[in-house]
């Protein structure tokens, strides 16, 4: 009897143990192991994801459940099928039940609702924009929790998460002086556009990023000067007696003083950081980001053709060419981090969120700006291998079998997958597609951060979606989903998208409003805080959730167009940008052109609008079938 008892045991020890493994590994259900997080996954899937199959185009495989594909490719049934008889039945099936619910959620935006929160918008900007005057003007930034201001942290040099931004040149009001137009409100904006002339230097001791510098404070004031200027005058009469172009002169000082960080490197490059009275600093490093170097063509190429100037434009697209003439003979990408003397890379990631984001917008912007060709084949070139080599999932948004399609971080050389995190800055792709006219492709990559957005009421810096879990846990209010949500709706007036901006407007409301006015998520689970307000949070931010539900704002009535910045600064495109008064003193465009791989691409009318590549009938309905969404909230946890 002995051995019998003996036998028994080791036969459950032995079914105990299988179904551990089958638990553990994905074989079976999802197991949570705190904060609701689904582990789902299992050894080779990971060999999948990190080393493809020859033969096989990653594009039409899943990226969470190729596993499935393969695992059982030597049996006769599949986890598709009930039966030797039945028909075959794809696992999206799963999500095809209560499909309803979406389009009763969705599918509808009264106006009342929409009026609603445009003035729950405009209140959450005053909230910030005004007690960062109460409490903190001069100073760069409000500090809404302690209510006071912030400027460099002069004790330690090398924090460079503020120093690299905070340059002691009231950033928060310079940074915001276009909202206050887009709000309506002409009296505060030339209020501001005085206290900024009147208060304002940049003969400062202080040590910035050129791409902070750049976008946040250049920028603004050339989009707040032309505002000023625009015959046109889209939000009324702006302008005021005795205006003297003084914002431009403070953009052209502003702009010598980056220029050092364009001498003394071998490549073209930037340096990343120059003191703003004595130039680059001498411990500077030799390496950059590809966006921190490549996303300076737009202010400065407007800056040089308002003053008649052509050397700013010449070093930023000095910059880009050099940047790109880099690019992987293999798979036409860039990696992340050069440096910019050996023209080596450091970083080999090459992906779409930090390091890379802003590089690809500004090659388009710049097209639709100046009209250079050069910038078009570019982005084009560029567009393709990010589709040919980080897209995964299945080929069409809207149809066919697999998962939704999704960007990964990749090796710039071989394409292979690096890591299994997205970032949030990459949530501003979609908006960029819808440029590009890729409405498509955009709908679906926003549809996946708006639901890790549902997931957790903010964007976490970095998510896992292997894991489907935060990598990095804070959120300090930025603005990319929120930009992408405008532009969608732009381009397809599909009230989904307002439904999005209402769910980000009350989410804010609800977890980053303090005493004197928004925080910085530390902790996107907890929802704990740090005592910080960027200033994109009231000159992006605020401008598109307020734009989102402003049908008639003169920005959507004007006949003339614009563009904004990757600051969301308003440019103008306009006759002027594409005009030099200057002889054409780049060398080698022709070479640089014909360097890259011949085409028959005709580049579009760089002015042209690409709203109408939606088909009607497809503005009344989900923008994203209901099957998919389901899918979609599934793999990010919501259910």
């Not at 030797?84 to 099936?93: I, Q, V, W």
């Not at 912007?365 to 100046?370: C, G, N, R």
Request: charged content about 25%; proline content about 5%.
């Amino acid at each position: 009897m002995q051995w019998r008892s003996i036998v028994v045991g080791l036969v459950v020890l032995r079914l105990s143990f299988s179904c551990v493994i089958w638990l553990a590994f994905g074989l079976g259900p999802n197991v949570s192991w705190g904060f609701n997080f689904p582990l789902s996954f299992s050894l080779h899937k990971l060999d999948l994801l990190f080393g493809d199959e020859k033969g096989t185009d990653p594009r039409r495989n899943s990226w969470s459940q190729r596993v499935h594909v393969h695992r059982h490719e030597e049996v006769a049934t599949t986890c598709a099928k009930v039966g030797e008889g039945s028909p075959e039945r794809s696992y999206l099936s799963f999500f095809d039940s209560n499909r309803d619910e979406y389009s009763r959620r969705y599918s509808s935006f009264p106006d009342t609702l929409k009026a609603k929160m445009k003035d729950m918008a405009k209140e959450m900007f005053y909230f910030g924009y005004d007690n960062y005057m109460k409490y903190a003007f001069p100073e760069d930034e409000l500090n809404p929790i302690d209510c006071e201001g912030r400027g460099p942290d002069v004790l330690n040099p090398s924090n460079i998460n503020i120093n690299d931004v905070l340059g002691n040149y009231s950033l928060t009001l310079i940074d915001t002086l276009d909202t206050l137009l887009v709000l309506g409100n002409v009296t505060e904006f030339q209020k501001a556009v005085k206290l900024v002339i009147d208060t304002v230097s940049f003969d400062k001791d202080s040590t910035v990023q050129v791409f902070e510098a750049n976008i946040r404070i250049l920028g603004s004031l050339i989009s707040s000067h032309i505002l000023l200027t625009d015959p046109k005058h889209p939000f009324g009469k702006v302008d005021y007696e005795g205006y003297d172009n003084e914002l431009l002169h403070l953009a052209h000082d502003l702009a010598v003083r980056l220029l050092p960080a364009f001498e003394n490197t071998l490549t073209g490059i930037p340096y990343p950081r120059v003191n703003l009275k004595t130039g680059v600093p001498p411990d500077s490093i030799n390496e950059t980001c590809t966006a921190g170097a490549g996303s300076l063509l737009v202010e400065f190429g407007i800056l040089s053709r308002l003053i008649g100037d052509s050397t700013f434009e010449w070093v930023a697209r000095r910059a880009v060419r050099a940047l790109w003439s880099l690019r992987s003979n293999e798979t036409g990408l860039l990696g992340n981090v050069v440096n910019i003397q050996t023209g080596q890379w450091v970083g080999k990631q090459s992906g779409l969120g930090a390091g890379m984001d802003s590089f690809y917008e500004y090659l388009l912007k710049s097209y639709i700006l100046f009209g250079e060709k050069e910038d078009h084949r570019m982005f084009q070139d560029s567009y393709e291998s990010i589709q040919n080599h980080m897209r995964r999932g299945r080929e069409s948004c809207n149809e066919g079998e697999g998962d939704p399609p999704l960007y990964v971080n990749v090796n710039m050389f071989s394409g292979e997958i690096m890591n299994t995190w997205i970032d949030s800055l990459q949530a501003f792709f979609p908006g960029l597609q819808v440029l590009n006219g890729d409405v498509d492709n955009a709908i679906c990559l926003h549809a996946f951060y708006y639901a890790i957005w549902k997931r957790f009421g903010a964007l976490p810096e970095r998510y896992n979606w292997q894991l489907q879990a935060p990598d990095v846990l804070f959120y300090p209010l930025r603005p990319e989903l929120v930009e992408s949500t405008y532009l969608l709706y732009q381009a397809t007036k599909n009230p989904f998208y307002l439904h999005v901006g209402m769910d980000i407007l009350q989410s804010l409301e609800k977890n980053a409003k303090v005493k004197c006015g928004y925080a910085t998520l530390h902790h996107v689970v907890d929802k704990s805080k740090e005592d910080r307000m960027e200033s994109f949070f009231l000159s992006e931010t605020c401008k598109y959730l307020y734009l989102l539900f402003d049908e008639d704002n003169p920005l959507h009535k004007s006949d003339n167009k614009y563009i904004f910045t990757t600051e969301g600064h308003i440019v103008p495109i306009d006759k002027r940008f594409r005009e030099k008064q200057w002889d054409d003193e780049f060398p080698c465009e022709e070479a640089v052109l014909a360097e890259q791989k011949p085409n028959n691409r005709k580049p579009p009318p760089s002015n042209n609008s690409n709203c109408n590549r939606i088909p009607e009938e497809r503005r009344y309905t989900l923008p994203l079938k209901s099957v998919y969404m389901r899918q979609i909230d599934h793999m990010v946890g919501l259910f």
